[in-house]
Nanobody, 120 residues
Framework: QVQLVESGGGLVQAGGSLRLSCAAS????????LGWYRQAPGKQRELVAS???????NYADSVKGRFTISRDNAKTPAYLQMNSLKPEDTAVYYC??????????????WGRGTLVTVSS
């Protein structure tokens, strides 16, 4: 099975920056889409940013101009650069990968999340 582990979260003051990484293990033949989601206390999980195999990106309106999603390789396929952080960005951030393990099998994998806390 494909497993994901997020890292890079922590406590940061408003206006600061963090870079989240997502490391992957297991059989990954190709990645179709990768995305970052977040869930704040008492709120639903929401899509923060995504990028397709073709390089098309999509951002939530609340993070446009501040966050940047990027990709590297199958082992560490997802990054999220977060600048100008605000207290409302406080949440658990999750990475999600959709792709294929081989010719026959696809996958939809989620990490356990990393906590980002932004203080005012």
């Amino acid at each position: 099975q494909v497993q994901l582990v997020e890292s890079g979260g922590g406590l940061v003051q408003a206006g600061g920056s963090l870079r989240l990484s997502c490391a992957a293990s297991g059989r990954i033949f190709s990645i179709n889409t990768l995305g970052w989601y977040r869930q704040a206390p008492g709120k639903q999980r929401e899509l923060v940013a995504s990028i397709t195999a073709g390089g098309d990106t999509n951002y939530a309106d609340s993070v446009k101009g501040r966050f940047t999603i990027s990709r590297d390789n199958a082992k560490t396929p997802a990054y999220l650069q977060m600048n100008s952080l605000k207290p409302e960005d406080t949440a658990v951030y999750y990475c999600n990968l959709k792709g294929r393990s081989d010719v026959f099998d696809g996958f939809d994998a989620w990490g356990r999340g990393t906590l980002v806390t932004v203080s005012s």
